[in-house]
């Protein structure tokens, strides 16, 4: 190896372990004092890395706030896409629609487990004036729906709609999936995951019906 491409990996693994640092410091301070609680320098303090450091690395608050959400999201730090990560792949080789949909559910458990305290924070402060937070919000709500519709063209074209629109379909996945009801029943009325689950497969199969068994 040269050693500019010796310098370069160096570089690469300290901006790597930097990140991972500023990462675990900011879920710390979201889950303990809130997102409006948290500010750049506590942040900075916490990481032990300069504000400018974060600033270059992520962007504002609102960027580390995402940054944090998708790390949690995915379960780690990789460039790896959720369609193409085990859990999706389970989902898309079930033998029916009515099975993947409960693989579905399951799915949404695991990530309202990994994201369920994150959220619950956020949506307990509320984005009240903050535009960053509310367009953070707007983003995973696009995301979550963008998701959802993969779901649902996979069932199309695996096992047909029946008579039941696309979008429709799309409608009521997003909103059975959405974090406000998970958060409303897992954090603020106590259900346990498996309940969370069972509810959610439950709710999925009958309200897409129509869908070919």
Partial sequence: ???????????????????????????????????????????????RVSPQTIYNTFGGKAEVLKAVYDTLLAGDDEPIAMNDRPEMIHVRTRDNAPETLRAYAAFARMLVARTGPLLGVVLAEGAGSDAELRAFLATIDRERRFGNTGVVRHIQQRFGLGGMDLERAVDLIWTLTSPEI???????????????????ADALVDGLRELPR
């Fill in 1 to 47: 190896m040269s050693t500019r491409g010796y310098d370069n990996s160096r570089r690469a693994e300290a901006a790597r372990l930097t990140r991972a640092k500023v990462l675990a410091a900011a879920r710390d301070r979201f889950l303990q004092v809130g997102y409006h609680g948290t500010t750049i320098a506590a942040l900075a303090r916490a990481a």
């Fill in 182 to 200: 998970a958060d409303r029943l897992v954090r603020r009325c106590g259900w346990s995951a498996d309940d969370y689950q069972r509810w959610l």
